[in-house]
């Protein structure tokens, strides 16, 4: 019989959509060729859950998430729900609580730039060439996006904003085990990004890294601050293998590296829990800009359902021919607007198109 699996489906606002329903069609063409089932539930978050069930995050949803081995998440939020108070809008009504519901404290953002597309990268050729593959560590559910208090206070110039950063021990010591763990497997470096001259925090972060670290010899051990990290990135980002970041300097370094790869539409990321449950998504937004159009890059997304074959449902091979497909798809010079450089052997695609592309050669 063949293997099943249960998938929570949850596209949310702008772009997601519209590049979920790749992700979809490659899970189809991954069901016929490995002989898998992905049964599939379609729920409403972020905006969608707002305009639809009058919530961003509807229980509905999350009952169907605990149900699933796994969610495919798309992105959230967009200008028509930016006015609402904070903790109803999707990012803060839905992402975050879904992150800490699903016990998601793992994130990671393989930022790996494909050799067709040196071009994209905002780089000059002579720093990207022989590529560059760096694997981002995120802490996902601490730090500043989820330590309390928080909120606004006051009134006229007075009104103040406030926001806590906290991390235990027991938060940074997990993490970065992750990060150790996923050295030894690449090419045996950490680097820990904080701000250990100004931030507490970060003083607690590195004395629990450095004590973590002993406990793996075999990998060499780096701290930088996130300042001058933000720079070596663009500087000479060859010299990173696995950077440990907690929840805000992930955020922040991941969205970099992606740029560095040609696009934030490539960078794919999994949040992972504890054991094998983890949710799959974009590390870019919804992409208001250009929502609607049809002409996203789906690249991201779909390697994110990779990532779930790979991290929930170990379909290693599945997940091998998904990476091996866009890669050729690459190399044969199909294109989305955001990676289109005009060269001759490229040919600018559609959103659609890049699926079709990517599927067609998985079933070659
Ligand atoms: N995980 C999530 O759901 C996230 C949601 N957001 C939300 O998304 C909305 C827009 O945020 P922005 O800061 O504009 O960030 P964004 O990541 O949505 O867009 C930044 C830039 O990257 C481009 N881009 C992103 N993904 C792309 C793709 N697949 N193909 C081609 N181009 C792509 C966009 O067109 C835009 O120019 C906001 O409401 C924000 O809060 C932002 C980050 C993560
Ligand atoms: C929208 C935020 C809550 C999250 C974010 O930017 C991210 O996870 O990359
Ligand atoms: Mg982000």
Same mark, same amino acid.
């Given at each position: 019989?063949?293997?099943?699996?249960?998938?929570?489906?949850?596209?949310?606002?702008?772009?997601?959509?519209?590049? *979920?329903?790749?992700?979809?069609?490659?899970?189809?063409?991954?069901?016929?060729?490995?002989?898998?089932?992905?049964?599939? =539930?379609?729920?409403?978050?972020?905006?969608?859950?707002?305009?639809?069930?009058?919530?961003?995050?509807?229980?509905?949803? /999350?009952?169907?998430?605990?149900?699933?081995?796994?969610?495919?998440?798309?992105?959230?939020?967009?200008?028509?729900?930016?006015?609402?108070?904070?903790?109803?809008?999707?990012?803060?009504?839905?992402?975050?609580?879904?992150?800490? @519901?699903? &016990?998601?404290?793992?994130?990671?953002?393989?930022?790996?730039?494909?050799?067709?597309?040196?071009?994209?990268?905002?780089?000059?050729?002579?720093?990207?060439?022989?590529?560059?593959?760096?694997?981002?560590?995120?802490?996902?559910?601490? &730090?500043?996006?989820?330590?309390?208090?928080?909120?606004?206070?006051?009134?006229?110039?007075?009104?103040?904003?406030?926001? =806590? *950063?906290?991390?235990?021990?027991?938060?940074?010591? +997990?993490?970065?085990?992750?990060?150790?763990?996923?050295? +030894?497997?690449?090419? $045996?470096? /950490?680097? $820990?990004?904080?701000?250990?001259?100004?931030?507490?925090?970060?003083?607690?972060?590195?004395?629990?890294?450095?004590?973590?670290?002993?406990?793996?010899?075999?990998?060499?051990?780096?701290? *930088?601050?996130?300042?001058?990290?933000?720079?070596?990135?663009? +500087?000479?980002?060859? !010299?990173?293998?696995?950077?440990?970041? $907690?929840?805000?300097? &992930?955020?922040?370094?991941?969205?970099?590296?992606?740029?560095?790869?040609?696009?934030?539409?490539?960078?794919?990321?999994?949040?992972?829990?504890? &054991? $094998?449950?983890? *949710?799959?998504?974009?590390?870019?937004?919804?992409?208001?800009? @250009?929502?609607?159009?049809?002409?996203?890059?789906?690249?991201?997304?779909?390697?994110?359902?990779?990532?779930?074959?790979?991290?929930?449902?170990?379909?290693?091979?599945?997940?091998?021919?998904?990476?091996?497909?866009?890669?050729?798809?690459?190399?044969?010079?199909?294109? =989305?607007?955001?990676?289109?450089?005009?060269?001759?052997?490229?040919?600018?695609?559609? =959103?659609?198109?890049?699926?079709?592309?990517? @599927?067609? !050669?998985?079933?070659?």
């Amino acid at each position: 019989m063949a293997n099943s699996f249960t998938v929570a489906v949850l596209p949310g606002d702008g772009i997601g959509p519209e590049v *979920m329903a790749e992700a979809l069609k490659v899970l189809d063409a991954v069901e016929k060729k490995y002989d898998v089932s992905f049964k599939r =539930t379609l729920a409403n978050v972020g905006g969608a859950g707002i305009d639809n069930e009058g919530k961003a995050l509807p229980d509905t949803t /999350v009952d169907i998430c605990k149900q699933s081995d796994a969610i495919l998440f798309g992105s959230v939020g967009g200008p028509k729900w930016e006015t609402l108070p904070p903790d109803e809008q999707p990012e803060r009504g839905a992402l975050l609580p879904l992150r800490k @519901i699903f &016990g998601l404290f793992c994130n990671l953002r393989p930022a790996i730039i494909f050799p067709a597309l040196t071009g994209a990268s905002s780089l000059k050729d002579d720093v990207i060439k022989g590529g560059f593959d760096i694997l981002v560590v995120r802490e996902l559910t601490g &730090g500043i996006y989820f330590s309390t208090p928080k909120g606004i206070e006051g009134e006229g110039s007075e009104k103040t904003g406030f926001d =806590t *950063m906290k991390y235990s021990a027991a938060e940074v010591e +997990r993490i970065t085990h992750v990060a150790f763990e996923a050295a +030894r497997k690449r090419g $045996s470096k /950490v680097c $820990s990004i904080d701000k250990a001259n100004v931030l507490s925090t970060s003083v607690l972060w590195r004395e629990v890294v450095e004590r973590v670290s002993k406990e793996y010899p075999d990998v060499e051990l780096s701290h *930088m601050y996130v300042d001058n990290a933000a720079m070596q990135l663009v +500087r000479w980002p060859k !010299q990173f293998d696995v950077m440990l970041c $907690s929840n805000m300097f &992930g955020d922040i370094i991941s969205d970099e590296a992606a740029m560095l790869t040609g696009s934030l539409g490539m960078l794919p990321s999994a949040s992972l829990a504890e &054991g $094998s449950f983890g *949710m799959y998504e974009p590390s870019g937004g919804s992409a208001p800009d @250009i929502a609607g159009q049809g002409i996203a890059n789906p690249i991201a997304q779909i390697l994110s359902a990779a990532m779930m074959l790979r991290y929930s449902f170990n379909m290693v091979a599945a997940a091998d021919a998904i990476n091996a497909a866009v890669e050729v798809v690459l190399n044969n010079g199909y294109r =989305t607007g955001d990676i289109y450089q005009g060269g001759d052997n490229e040919k600018k695609v559609n =959103t659609s198109e890049m699926g079709d592309a990517i @599927i067609a !050669q998985l079933n070659r």
